[in-house]
């Protein structure tokens, strides 16, 4: 560590880091555009410029992204030189940056509108109009660049550069008519093309997605982990009026996914939204025709007692999805301990997303933590013939249904009877029991990544009427087969 | 506790009649001044520009399109959390316009603050003061129950300009 002077205080500086760094763990609010700290930084913004004074020389203006941090320089972000060039480099930027905020997707969470607020500069001197340019260019499926937004930071260029390591992007054009351009304006591609998003200091790179779709600052954020892959990234589950998730964006973590996250997680939430779902329970009870969910679950819950007690210990199948949490699986093993039976989960096969950045190509996020837990993984046939085999069968958790596949369900032989936890019932004509669970945006809990590291998810909006927690009908259930034990 | 003592009356007060034909003078001599109701739905309230009304969104010139565009401003600064808006995308050059724009009139506090914080001069408040459905549905207006042609909401949007101008700096922007 280096000692450096930060405004007059002695603080410890990471010498492998640039000086920006430095400053802002240690609370001093450097504004930056063009840093980032998962990219190359090249000082092109020239907005974190800071006073620094090294041994005699005179105190110099300098770039703190740029600045490498030496043993005894002594820094002053709020010195009169270095504040008024700051101010100049944003007056530039703001002498062609649109009046947009009314319309911007990024405004409330804009860099250069919190940092043009703080400075309360409100009036532009020029008297040439601005640039105009292309506002609405489309660069692929997911990504659409408004050029006269950009500041031309080159953040999005320099992350396909640093983090894909395939460059799809470049600053065209000479100077007051720079742009960003893909080559030969081919549109993105690439399983990573919505970070550019959350890298782009301004709103010039928005989500096709979330397109003018919600206002930041109506979204309610709460921590999560993504369930696409075993991955697990860190994220943030961004809800509008507690109904309807509007976004999801990746949350720094160092030991897993760092400032990033891949597409295929980034928008797997209009799932989460479908109203279409299991809610409440019901006993079909060989009912053809399915029965009106009821929000007391207490007669389901004694039918799925009911029908394990009639069935011997060793043909029932207790199947789980790998969405399940640690906790709910915990749980599922009690329940399964206490008929004598094997828990199992139902492990799709890897799928052929697989990238050497951030996706594993494995699509269950808590296998892990379920084999640790003492689960057997198994595929989908093997579930089904386990099911085809068994008096009773408990599936549990989101998505198991549609793991296990609606025609291996239906080809289940009635004299197995099966009671579903699930989201969805359309795939289980044979279920003699529904329950209703919430999705993984609307539970807490943990998951286990492939690395061992636990990921926290959060319920980020209330499950609907008549769909209670997880791990609550778990118990249930653990209660009464436990008092059948007891009695039998 | 308090203890009220009784006022003893005089004798001119328990003779009764007197004070009777005193009490009626008082009415009798409110027949010849000159009159303060208003006979109210026939009579409407005096109007001027000042008055804040029911807060109305404005159409542009066309007469078509709304000067909304649905940035929340308003509803970001509503008090009383009576503005709903949720936007969508347009072909027009403006990019963006609501999709839904409700003012729960029920809630609304006619405070003016919507006015005040719209940067599109999209939302004014209008001299509409009346307000009475059977339901509570029908007082959450939409944007077909809420939108004016300009012309309609002109007065008032004048003397919003004249009185903010007392604060308001030029603006350079384009």
């Known amino acids: 560590m280096t000692r450096i002077i930060l405004n007059g205080r002695e603080v410890e500086a990471d010498p492998k880091q640039p000086l920006i760094h430095a400053c802002h763990t240690h609370d001093s609010d450097v504004p930056m555009y063009c840093y980032h700290p998962g990219l190359t930084p090249v000082g092109s913004c020239r907005i974190c410029q800071v006073e620094v004074k090294i041994g005699e020389m005179p105190p110099r203006v300098v770039v703190a992204c740029r600045t490498p941090v030496t043993e005894g320089m002594i820094v002053n972000t709020e010195a009169p030189g270095a504040h008024d060039a700051r101010r100049q480099c944003l007056e530039f930027l703001l002498k062609n940056h649109p009046l947009d905020c009314p319309i911007c997707d990024k405004a409330g969470e804009c860099d250069l509108q919190d940092y043009s607020f703080n400075e309360g500069q409100g009036e532009g001197r020029s008297v040439e109009p601005r640039r105009q340019l292309e506002k609405r260019k489309s660069l692929g499926d997911v990504i659409v660049l408004d050029q006269e937004r950009c500041i031309l930071c080159s953040r999005c260029v320099r992350f396909f550069e640093d983090v894909t390591k395939k460059p799809q992007l470049t600053v065209a054009g000479l100077g007051s008519r720079s742009t960003i351009e893909t080559f030969m304006d081919r549109p993105l591609e690439g399983n990573y093309q919505g970070n550019l998003a959350d890298v782009c200091p301004v709103g010039a790179l928005t989500l096709k997605k979330f397109r003018f779709q919600a206002r930041v600052w109506n979204l309610k954020k709460s921590f999560s982990t993504c369930g696409e892959c075993s991955r697990g990234c860190s994220i943030t589950v961004e809800v509008l009026r507690s109904a309807e998730v509007k976004r999801v964006r990746p949350r720094y973590n160092p030991e897993v996914n760092d400032w990033w996250m891949c597409d295929t997680g980034r928008f797997a939430f209009p799932a989460w939204n479908d109203t279409e779902r299991l809610s409440g329970s019901a006993t079909h009870a060989g009912a053809s025709i399915a029965p009106k969910p009821s929000a007391d679950p207490t007669a389901a819950l004694d039918e799925i007692a009911a029908m394990t007690r009639v069935a011997s210990a060793e043909t029932i199948a207790i199947v789980a999805s790998p969405w399940i949490t640690v906790e709910e699986g915990a749980l599922v093993k009690s329940i399964a301990d206490a008929f004598g039976a094997q828990a199992t989960f139902v492990s799709p096969p890897a799928n052929d997303l697989k990238d050497d950045l951030l996706h594993t190509g494995d699509p269950c996020p808590n296998r892990r933590g379920l084999e640790e837990l003492g689960f057997v993984a198994q595929t989908a046939d093997e579930v089904a013939t386990l099911l085809g085999g068994s008096e009773a069968g408990i599936l549990i958790g989101e998505r198991v249904g549609s793991l296990i596949g609606a025609e291996r369900l239906a080809a289940v032989p009635s004299t197995s009877r099966i009671a579903v936890l699930d989201t969805e019932l359309a795939l289980f004509p044979a279920a003699c029991v529904s329950i209703g669970v919430p999705t993984s945006a609307e539970r807490t809990g943990t998951w286990v990544n492939v690395d061992g590291k636990r990921g926290r998810i959060s319920a980020a909006k209330p499950a609907p009427t008549g769909v209670t927690a997880l791990t609550h009908t778990l118990e249930a259930i653990l209660a009464r087969v436990a008092r059948v034990g007891v009695d039998g | ?174």
């Open chain 2, 1 to 174: 506790m308090v203890i009220v003592k009784r006022k003893e009356l005089s004798l001119r007060e328990r003779l009764y009649l007197p004070e009777v034909v005193r009490a009626l003078s008082f009415t009798f001599r409110a027949l010849f001044k000159r009159k303060i109701t208003r006979q109210y739905p026939e009579e409407g309230l005096p109007v001027t520009e000042v008055t804040r009304g029911q807060p109305r969104l404005t159409l542009l010139e066309d007469g078509e399109n709304l000067a909304c565009v649905s940035c929340g401003l308003c509803e970001a600064a509503c008090p009383a959390y009576a503005i709903t808006i949720d936007g969508q995308e347009t072909d027009r050059f403006i990019e963006r316009e609501p999709e839904r724009f409700e003012i729960d009139m029920l809630r609304c506090i006619l405070c003016g603050f919507c006015e005040e914080a719209c940067p599109k001069d999209a939302i004014f408040m209008s001299d509409e003061l009346e307000l009475a459905d059977f339901t509570r549905e029908a007082l959450i207006y939409d944007i077909d129950k809420l939108k004016r042609p300009k012309a309609a909401l002109q007065k008032r949007i004048d003397y919003f300009y004249k009185v903010n101008d007392r604060w308001r700096k030029p603006s350079s922007t384009s």
